[in-house]
């Protein structure tokens, strides 16, 4: 079973709107982190926010906010305000406390195209 | 803050040829980490690094792939010899040591293949 699941291969969302990006996950192991990344198209990857599986309240980072639902697992990106900056490839990665070399594991990625 | 450095930003081959890739982590890092990024999926670990140790590369192909980090600072990764399969983009992150600490990347070298 894949550990990082993104349905969406690409999203479209109006300038200035709010949109949420999807990510459910697989894992038996109490502790893990959740990450989310962006990836524009020059290559580089930005990291966004984190959510660790023990906090109690949903991860907030500027225009960022993680929509946690530990019971379902998910762990949905929502970006406020969308700008024309935010089109880019995102992607959701999960590292597991049982494994102890902390490695990410990354899910397929959401394309979000922002339209003017 | 300086970033994670990569070079080359790009590099064509032909099949059976060599290529190396370089990467200097970002200042106080501990933790160095190659990612393989195929066209259209997420990036997939092929050996981490912790100082100058090797951390995991259960999914480094052995037979043709080989990384080294002397010194704990920089680290190189090679192909020899490379494949058509092995095109891709080549990403070196680097992190402070614990759970929740984020990897942050380079700018990737996108390797051709031809």
Known sequence: AQKITQTQPGMFVQEKEAVTLDCTYDTSDPSYGLFWYKQPSSGEMIFLIYQGSYDQQNATEGRYSLNFQKARKSANLVISASQLGDSAMYFCAMREGMDSSYKLIFGSGTRLLVRP | ?114
């Open chain 2, 1 to 114: 803050e300086a970033g994670v450095a990569q070079s080359p930003r790009y590099k064509i081959i032909e099949k059976r040829q060599s290529v190396a890739f370089w990467c200097n982590p970002i200042s106080g890092h501990a933790t160095l980490y190659w990612y393989q990024q195929i066209l259209g999926q997420g990036p997939k670990l092929l050996i981490q690094f912790q100082n100058n140790g090797v951390v995991d590369d259960s999914q480094l192909p052995k037979d043709r792939f080989s990384a080294e980090r002397l010194k704990g600072v920089d680290s190189t990764l090679k192909i020899q010899p490379a494949k058509l399969e092995d095109s891709a983009v080549y990403l070196c992150a680097s992190s402070l040591l614990g759970f929740n600490q984020p990897q942050h990347f380079g700018d990737g070298t996108r390797l051709s293949i031809l």
